[in-house]
């Protein structure tokens, strides 16, 4: 991570001076059965743009496939994770191709409902940076245009 991205180590070490418990290598499928974070639960459990390494054009089914099963993965294990009243927000391009990965059916089939889905501003997030997953541009920004936060809460019938 301190190779790929040119700000890590600064904004890893601000995390950790207000206070911040920082971990690296965690699962998103299966956080919830990790050995520190397996008895705390969340009100807010956040992943802005998640995304998996590309192997394919962002377009391709198999490319899609993948993103589909780490955000599938991360949305079950999480909501393990959460409070009664908690939420997830899971922050996504709304567009083609990045509207066929169906994240509401797939916090459907882990038993979340859509509370609220609201249209990604930056400015919300002072601070905020994103980046590429991969690759060698993975230290570039790239267009965070017409994407929304999906928030999500546990579907109690």
Not at 13 to 18: G, H, K, S, Y
């Amino acid at each position: 991570m301190m190779m790929k991205y040119s700000k890590a180590a600064t904004n890893l070490r601000e995390l950790e001076d207000l206070g911040c418990l920082v971990m690296h290598e965690v699962d998103a499928h299966t956080m919830s059965k990790h050995p520190v974070l397996n008895q705390k639960l969340f009100d807010r459990i956040v992943f802005n743009f998640p995304a998996t390494a590309l192997k394919r054009s962002e377009s391709n089914i198999r490319q899609i496939e993948k993103h589909q099963r780490l955000v599938k993965g991360f949305l079950g294990s999480a909501h393990d994770m959460l409070e009664v009243n908690g939420e997830i927000h899971v922050t996504h391009k709304t567009t083609e191709p990045y509207s066929k990965w169906e994240i509401e059916r797939l916090a459907e089939d882990a038993g979340l409902r859509l509370a609220e889905k609201v249209r990604f501003k930056k400015a919300d997030y002072p601070g905020f940076s994103n980046k590429r997953g991969s690759g060698p541009r993975a230290d570039q920004t790239f267009s965070a245009g017409n994407s929304c936060t999906f928030k999500f809460s546990r579907n109690i019938t």
